[in-house]
């Protein structure tokens, strides 16, 4: 069967004012259906920017060169802008580092869950509503109807990154992309946002691409390891091969981090 | 939110004593020492003067008596009389009140329903054709003297076209106009004023507006948009414009004090009865009561624009409204 | 200076400007307030370049004289605003608490007055003068300098090395002098280059009112007075003053955003 996604040789470039720089340069990678990946690497190693170009949204100085992004077979690359609406929040869905600033900050969290089902499923406001208010309660929000009419800046990182993952699977997407989505929370709250996202992917099944540089996480959750150092990816292979046997020296560098932090 | 402006208000409070200190203050570089100009050439009319200055002021008082007897008749709004025509200052200034708010509430309109969507435009087409000829518009439209600006385009529209009246508020026979002619005709006389005003402001606020939203274009949320599958539109019209207009909100009272000073100078030249031309006209005629309240009225007028700035922010900003 | 163009324009024409003023007398064709008997109001022609006003003196050469009058009114009442700016500001900066409080109140009442309305009441109780307008202007518009400069002066104290040094004694004026100059002199610059632009915007404004410089001393916003029983029968006395005032602040505010580019 093939794989959900594959990526063949995406090349990103920033062109800046005076010079162009090459953030992603010839990544391959796959995910599988109902399996959990981890891209792993230092920040600004280009695991971000890869997971933007997938579905090309990318900021404004950023071009894709060259490479393919089949889903189901479909090259992304080549679909017309509007095709991929549909994919966008329907097929691949993702949640990002900071809730609170990649959230609206003038709408209210129902407004966001509810604009995407009314656009990707074409119901009715008052049926978006309902779906909105019980997506909030299948990530375990107790006030979800409080919750529903809050602004992100009322609310606690953890409620908005719970909020964020009820939004992201509002439209059933088959993979989800999570870019470190515990990195601003307090180790408490990351393990319960982890268990959510373990348990949530069992029960209503999707891929996860999670992008972290904390292979401790990679090590829990994941059945296989990309890892990317300067905008490739160096290593790649099942979790428990990576960390018996590293090849490469930054995914040393990334394990070592982790015992140290195993340590304190 | 009560809360908020409740302090905003009390907030105020010192400020507006400062302001009553400094229009105080500044009036009273005047008396006693007045107007050498005046007395050199007519030693009987600067006595006359004089005299009107020390009924009017208590001059015979020491300065803080002084002060503070001014305050008292300033909280009961006896602004004095005026040295011209002996009228009280606050009926003179009252008349003159619906012309230069409604010119420059006009303008401020006008400003607006234009700088808004050309913003928009340019930030969306960013480097495009319109967005360069709006910025060159722009940077010459803010160095040009309005003053002179008006004087062509009376010369073009007034004078070689005859399209436009070229003064006043309304045509000679204006009281014999039906209603609706003469709407239209106190329309036609508004529009080259109107236009005059409105020019720094569209070029100040097109600016900000483009600027606003490539701002906003770039915040994390516009990702999380994106990602949602949202068109482009609703990605602009719905997540970027809502956080963009926010700071444009407080613009409208914020530039009260750029509209005042600029009524001063059209009102002169387009002959308006407004407040403008009624300060000029006092500061020709050296009439200290009419100058002093026109000072504290504009600083009052600030000092609610920035409260209504303010306010307005607080409104329109979840973050401010629900603390 | 090439990569700079809005610098080396706003240059050329100020620094012609400079020179235009400086040599007035070499330059300048006629005597400003020499009267042709040969004709009032005559257009443009080979004798007089710019034609000449209603008392038929040469407009060239009185707006010769007016660029003097323009840029001095400009510069000095800059030069004045700066100065009260750096004085007020860096106290403020530098001693905190009641002087910071005491000062920058100050400035946020000034700024509750409409400049102009401040302006326009001071000139009607001393008289208008080309030196009364100077210091009113720069009376009136401190404020934005001491707010720049207070705030470079609170960021530069928080940075170690400043604190170094005032352990080891330096005294205050020294450092204000040795560190705060260098780091707050682009923003003053800027803002002082602006300010120029403002001032002889309002030069012009308050001549052309009759408020400004006195006739017979010519001044562009006085002569433009004449324009306004003019207007449809001399279009030079109204064109050409205002040509001098547009281009005088386009190279203003040309030099304001080349110096904002360098700054960055």
Request: hydrophobic share 50%.
């Amino acid at each position: 069967m093939s794989p959900l996604l594959e990526v063949k040789g995406l090349k990103v470039d920033f062109h800046l004012e005076n010079r162009i720089v090459h953030a992603v340069e010839g990544v391959d990678l796959q995910v599988r259906r109902n399996e959990t990946v981890v891209l792993a690497g230092e920040s600004g190693s280009g695991k971000t920017i890869t997971t933007l170009a997938l579905t090309r949204i990318l900021p404004a100085p950023a071009r894709i060169v060259a490479g393919q992004v089949l889903l189901e077979g479909r090259d992304m690359l080549a679909l017309e802008e509007k095709k991929l609406y549909s994919i966008r929040g329907g097929v691949i869905a993702y949640i990002f580092q900071e809730p609170a600033s990649f959230l609206n900050p003038v709408l209210t969290i129902g407004e966001q869950i509810v604009e995407a089902v009314i656009w990707h499923q074409r119901l009715g406001r008052q049926e978006a509503q309902d779906q909105g208010r019980e997506l909030l309660r299948q990530v375990r929000i107790a006030e979800a109807d409080r919750v529903f009419n809050s602004f992100p800046h009322q609310l606690s990182g953890g409620m908005n990154q719970r909020a964020f993952i009820a939004m992201a699977l509002a439209c059933k997407p088959s993979l989800l992309i999570a870019d470190e989505p515990t990195t601003s929370l307090d180790v408490t709250i990351e393990a319960e946002i982890l268990k959510l996202l373990t348990e949530l992917k069992e029960k209503v099944g999707f891929s996860l691409l999670f992008i972290t540089h904390n292979l401790a996480i990679a090590r829990k959750i994941s059945q296989r390891i990309y890892v990317m150092y300067r905008g490739r990816v160096v290593e790649n292979g099942l979790t428990e091969d990576i960390f018996k046997d590293p090849k490469h020296f930054h995914t040393r560098e990334l394990i070592a981090a982790y015992h140290k932090i195993g340590k304190l | 939110m009560l809360n908020y402006i409740i302090k905003r208000f009390l907030g105020m409070i010192p400020v507006l004593f400062g302001v009553s200190i400094v229009s105080f203050a500044v009036i009273s570089l005047a008396p006693g020492r007045f107007s050498s100009l005046d007395q050199a050439m007519n030693p009987k009319v600067s006595a006359q003067y004089q005299m009107r200055l020390n009924r009017a002021f208590n001059l015979d008082k020491p300065v803080h008596v002084r002060y503070f007897l001014w305050l008292k008749d300033l909280a009961r709004l006896d602004l004095g009389r005026s040295f011209v025509d002996n009228r009280p200052v606050a009926a003179k200034i009252l008349e003159r009140v619906p012309v230069t708010v409604g010119i420059n509430a006009l303008s401020l309109l006008v400003v607006f329903l234009v700088a808004i969507p050309v913003g928009i435009r340019a930030a969306t087409k960013e480097g495009g054709a319109f967005d360069t000829a709006t910025a060159v518009f722009s940077f010459v439209m803010l160095s040009v003297p309005a003053f002179w600006l008006a004087l062509l385009l009376m010369q073009l529209f007034c004078i070689h076209l005859g399209w436009l009246p070229i003064s006043g508020l309304h045509s000679l026979d204006f009281d014999y106009f039906p209603p609706v002619r003469r709407f239209l005709d106190v329309a036609w006389h508004l529009i080259l004023p109107v236009f005059v005003s409105s020019v720094a402001g569209l070029a100040v606020i097109s600016r900000y507006m483009r600027s606003s939203i490539l701002e906003a274009l770039q915040q994390p949320y516009i990702y999380t948009a994106l990602a949602k599958g949202l068109p482009q539109r609703t990605v602009l019209y719905k997540h970027a414009l809502r956080n963009a207009l926010l700071p444009i909100v407080t613009l409208a009272g914020l530039s009260i004090p750029g509209l005042l000073g600029g009524s001063v100078i059209f009102e002169s030249i387009f002959a308006l009865p407004g407040l403008g031309q009624l300060f000029f006209q006092a500061v020709m005629a050296r009439d200290i009561p009419l100058i002093m309240a026109e000072v504290v009225l504009g600083a009052l007028l600030t000092v609610a624009g920035n409260l209504i700035a303010d306010i307005s922010y607080a409104c329109v900003d979840p973050r401010i409204r629900y603390k | 200076m090439k990569d700079n163009p809005y610098l080396f324009w706003g240059l050329a024409i100020i620094l012609m400007l400079s020179a235009t003023a400086l040599f007035a007398p070499l330059i300048s064709p006629f005597d400003p307030s020499s009267i042709d008997s040969q004709g009032l109001l005559m257009a443009p022609c080979a004798r007089h370049p710019l034609g000449t006003d209603g008392l038929g003196r040469d407009l060239l050469s009185r707006m010769i004289y007016g660029a003097r009058i323009s840029l001095s009114v400009g510069i000095i009442a800059v030069g004045i605003s700066i100065l009260l700016g750096l004085i007020l500001g860096s106290c403020a900066g530098f001693y905190g608490r009641i002087a910071d409080a005491l000062i920058m109140r100050f400035a946020d009442i000034m700024l509750c007055f409409p400049t102009f309305f401040l302006i326009l009441a001071v000139i009607a109780v001393v008289e208008p003068s080309i030196y009364n307008i100077m210091i009113v202007i720069g009376l009136t518009s401190w404020m934005g300098p001491a707010r720049l400069i207070r705030g470079e002066i609170l960021s530069l104290k928080e940075r170690e090395f400043i604190q170094a040094e005032r352990a080891l004694g330096a005294s205050d004026a020294r450092i204000i002098i040795r560190h705060l100059v260098p780091n707050a002199v682009g923003p003053v610059l800027v803002n002082a280059t602006l300010g120029i632009a403002g001032a002889i915007l309002l030069e012009s404004s308050l001549s052309f009112l009759g408020l400004g410089v006195q006739p017979p001393v010519p001044s562009w916003g006085n002569i433009l007075i004449e324009s306004k029983s003019t207007l449809g029968i001399a279009w030079w006395i109204t064109v050409f003053p205002g040509l001098a005032i547009l281009i005088t602040i386009l190279g203003f505010n040309f030099i304001a955003e080349g110096l904002k580019k360098i700054i960055g």
